[in-house]
């Protein structure tokens, strides 16, 4: 056991440990040996993976992970490990897609660009203690060249029939209990379900949901159903993921409006739960943390393969009646694929309500967009562009709800998103076409 260092003395003790591993750990680098993982077949993603395995695994993937020395080191150990963990939830990959046997998504990849674009990373400190890790700037122009390819490979495309995200079915079935129980909102009148119903499309057809705190949100609410594609999650992005989703869901007054010690201890108290915790997570208990990762464990199953239009893109030319087919060919025609695309036709860009043409003529709060989270003036109205796929269950539409039918927020897109205007007729084969993107397996449940 190290005996507690006072207070005042800490800086220099930190000061001296990083001096002595500044000297000590480059030459341990050397001998720390990084084997590759992808095959000599494809010689450009080779590179690509060579790159992120030699300097971004330790901090962006959990099986290649090589912890250096001060990793349990006192004080060292806890900004560490914090480290890691916020590592891990904004960027997370592993062998099996370091080695190609599964592609990036396009969220790795809009990451990616992300950080070379801001060319962050690896962080700062962490080159002061591993000077071998920047990027020298032929590794730079080899990922960067790479990411820009992928990006512009990504295009609509069926949601796969089989589920890549692997989640632990332990998880899931947890995850899928803590979804429907109200015992997670403050006042227990709420669950996650009661505004993300699977029965309606994965949220609630209502213009606002009325929280646990009793009040109207400022923001239509929206669906759950394949949000697992998204590149961040609420309509500002100001979740980076699933997980850092259902986090604030609890507290947030206009969602769950929960205190997380409270539910945290109401879990604790239920024996059903207890068991559940255990098998699911048998060292890390009931807290915050897993209960957030149970749900997005469960979240990552709600994709909808099978709609008529993935049968379509599959090859099944007979799928869409002519006018749906028409309303596709539109689709693309008045370039809405450049905002809506990816499997989820959405979800893996921000773009602003009001593109070629002014849409707002009043300012609400809840139009301000990524600009609160960013503070550029460029983000102001700028949203997460949503997904299409099961688009006519989850009416009304616009992150404020405004728009109430189809033919109407089509209109508006035509409008404000493009310089492209378009005849009732038009909009029309269009909306046909947007009918195709519900899933087989939704089209039974109710309808708007
Ligand atoms: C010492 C640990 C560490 C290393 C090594 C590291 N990162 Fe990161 N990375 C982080 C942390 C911490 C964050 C979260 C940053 C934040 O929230 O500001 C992050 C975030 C990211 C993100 C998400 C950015 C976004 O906007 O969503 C990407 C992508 C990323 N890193 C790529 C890389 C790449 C590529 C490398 C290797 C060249 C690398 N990182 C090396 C710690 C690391
Ligand atoms: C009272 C209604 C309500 C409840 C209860 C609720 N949500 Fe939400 N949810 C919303 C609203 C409204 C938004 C959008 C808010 C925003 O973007 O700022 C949202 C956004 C989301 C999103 C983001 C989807 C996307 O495409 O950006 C996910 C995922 C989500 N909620 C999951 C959950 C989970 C998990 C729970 C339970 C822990 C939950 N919600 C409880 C209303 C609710
Ligand atoms: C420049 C990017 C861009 C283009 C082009 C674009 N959209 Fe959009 N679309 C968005 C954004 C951003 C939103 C969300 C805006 C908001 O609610 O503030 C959206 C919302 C929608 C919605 C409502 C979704 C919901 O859940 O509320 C539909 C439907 C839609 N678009 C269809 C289309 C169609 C059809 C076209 C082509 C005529 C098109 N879009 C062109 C960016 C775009």
């Known amino acids: 056991?190290?005996?507690?260092?006072?207070?005042?003395?800490?800086?220099?003790?930190?000061?001296?440990?990083?001096?002595?591993?500044?000297?000590?750990?480059?030459?341990?680098?050397?001998?720390?040996?990084?084997?590759?993982?992808?095959?000599?077949?494809?010689?450009?993603?080779?590179?690509?993976?060579?790159?992120?395995?030699?300097k971004c695994a330790d901090c962006h993937t959990k099986d290649l992970a090589q912890y250096p020395l001060y990793y349990d080191f006192p004080i060292a150990s806890s900004i560490a490990h914090e480290n890691v963990r916020n590592a891990q939830s904004s960027f997370l990959i592993d062998k099996k897609k370091l080695s190609g046997e599964i592609p990036f998504s396009e969220s790795d990849v809009e990451r990616l660009s992300r950080a070379m674009a801001k060319g962050d990373m690896p962080p700062a400190q962490y080159i002061?203690?591993?000077?071998?890790?920047?990027?020298?700037?032929?590794?730079?122009?080899?990922?960067?060249?790479?990411?820009?390819?992928?990006?512009?490979e990504f295009d609509i495309r069926p949601i796969p029939t089989e589920n890549f995200f692997h989640p632990n079915p332990e998880k899931v079935a947890l995850g899928e209990k803590l979804f429907n129980d109200k015992m997670l909102s403050a006042s227990q009148s709420k669950s996650c379900a009661s505004c993300h119903s699977l029965e309606k499309g994965g949220a609630d057809q209502v213009q606002f949901s009325i929280g646990d705190n009793g009040q109207k949100s400022a923001l239509n609410t929206p669906t759950v159903f394949n949000a697992a594609y998204n590149i961040a999650q609420y309509w500002n992005g100001r979740a980076a993921n699933l997980k850092e989703q259902a986090l604030e869901a609890v507290s947030n007054p206009h969602e769950?409006?929960?205190?997380?010690?409270?539910?945290?201890?109401?879990?604790?108290?239920?024996?059903?739960?207890?068991?559940?915790?255990?098998?699911?997570?048998?060292?890390?208990?009931?807290?915050?943390?897993n209960v957030s990762d149970a749900i997005a464990e469960y979240e990552h199953t709600l994709l909808t393969p099978g709609s008529k239009f993935d049968q379509f893109l599959a090859g099944d030319k007979e799928a869409l009646s002519p006018e749906e087919l028409?309303?596709?060919?539109?689709?693309?025609?008045?370039?809405?694929?450049?905002?809506?695309?990816?499997?989820?036709?959405?979800?893996?860009?921000?773009?602003?309500?009001?593109?070629?043409?002014?849409?707002?003529?009043?300012?609400?709060?809840?139009?301000?967009?990524?600009?609160?989270?960013?503070?550029?003036?460029?983000?102001?109205?700028?949203?997460?562009?949503?997904?299409?796929?099961?688009?006519?269950l989850t009416a009304p539409y616009l992150h404020d709800g405004s728009a109430k039918t189809l033919p109407e927020v089509v209109q508006i897109m035509s409008e404000y998103q493009t310089d492209k205007s378009m005849t009732k007729e038009e909009i029309e084969k269009v909306v046909a076409f947007l009918r195709t993107l519900t899933s087989s397996s939704l089209s039974t449940r109710t309808k708007s």
């Open 1 to 54: 056991m190290v005996p507690p260092i006072p207070e005042r003395v800490r800086p220099f003790v930190i000061a001296g440990i990083l001096f002595a591993l500044a000297i000590s750990l480059p030459i341990s680098n050397l001998f720390i040996q990084r084997q590759s993982l992808a095959s000599n077949n494809n010689a450009e993603f080779k590179a690509v993976s060579d790159i992120l395995v030699a």
């Open 128 to 152: 002061a203690l591993h000077w071998d890790s920047a990027l020298n700037e032929k590794e730079q122009r080899t990922l960067s060249k790479w990411i820009d390819k992928r990006l512009k």
């Open 256 to 289: 769950m409006n929960a205190d997380w010690n409270e539910v945290c201890s109401r879990l604790r108290n239920n024996e059903t739960y207890q068991k559940l915790f255990l098998h699911a997570y048998p060292n890390g208990g009931i807290t915050a943390a």
């Open 326 to 392: 028409e309303g596709y060919q539109l689709f693309k025609k008045q370039e809405c694929f450049v905002c809506h695309t990816g499997p989820n036709l959405g979800g893996i860009s921000f773009e602003k309500l009001g593109k070629t043409k002014d849409y707002f003529t009043t300012e609400m709060p809840g139009n301000r967009g990524r600009i609160d989270l960013s503070h550029r003036k460029e983000d102001l109205h700028v949203f997460k562009v949503p997904s299409l796929r099961n688009i006519e």
